[in-house]
């Protein structure tokens, strides 16, 4: 496609309730990101595929926090047991080059979860 | 945890001046800066990178990088109303993790016409 593309773009889920984002990165790029920005701050990573394999999953806040890209194209999100302070945009990005010189990403729209 | 710090602002210039965004980052191994642009509801675009020291132009806008005192900052010349928006800091680790990229809270630009 022509640009990273997310879905859900706007996700409201009780307190408890898994949810499921979706990214579609721009084919061909090898890297793909996933970043949590919250109201008036930052992106913050969360973790980062290089194709299908999860190189980093450090920036994950819990256990309740999964990301898969299993055939290194489209990649998912999974967010268990949903709590109020997941509220935030999670933003894809993607970008062509491997590990080095990965600072030119290309950001989706994002999907805004707000847990009530 | 390495920091990037911005002023969050609001900073406020009427149209035709010039806009200076600062930002300061506390790991002095750091190799490249990246400035992006965000405008409200939207995903972050990448207007700049610069990864040696002095500045780098693009159009009307100069990245400037000062690495001894750990200091990165972008000039908008001639501002536009449509250049309001909020503009974030990247700076990726120094080290093996140098993909991911460590951002600011940005700083909220308006433009006045």
């Known amino acids: ?116 | 945890q390495k920091e990037v710090e911005q002023n969050s602002g609001p900073l406020s210039v009427p149209e035709g001046a010039i806009a200076s965004l600062n930002c300061t980052y506390s790991d002095r191994g750091s190799q490249s800066f990246f400035w992006y642009r965000q405008y409200s509801g939207k995903s972050p675009e990448l207007i700049m990178f610069i990864y040696s020291n002095g500045d780098k132009e693009d159009g009307r806008f100069t990245a400037q990088l000062n690495k001894a005192s750990q200091y990165v900052s972008l000039l908008i010349r001639d501002s536009q109303p449509s250049d309001s928006a909020t503009y974030l800091c990247a700076v990726p680790p120094s080290g093996g993790s140098n993909y991911k990229l460590t951002f600011g809270k940005g700083t909220l630009l308006t433009v006045n016409p």
């Open chain 1, 1 to 116: 496609g022509a640009g990273v593309s997310q879905s859900p773009r706007y996700k409201v889920a009780k307190r408890g309730q898994d949810v499921a984002l979706r990214c579609d990165p721009i084919s061909g790029h090898v890297s793909l990101f996933w970043y949590q920005q919250a109201l008036g701050q930052g992106p913050e990573f969360l973790t980062y595929f290089q194709n299908e394999a999860q190189l980093d999953k450090s920036g994950l806040p819990s256990d309740r926090f999964f990301a898969e890209r299993p055939e290194g194209s489209v990649s998912t999100l999974k967010i268990q047991r949903t709590q109020q302070e997941d509220s935030a945009v999670y933003l894809c990005a993607s970008s062509r080059q491997k590990r080095r010189d990965t600072g030119e990403l290309f950001f989706g729209e994002g999907s805004r979860l707000t847990v009530l």
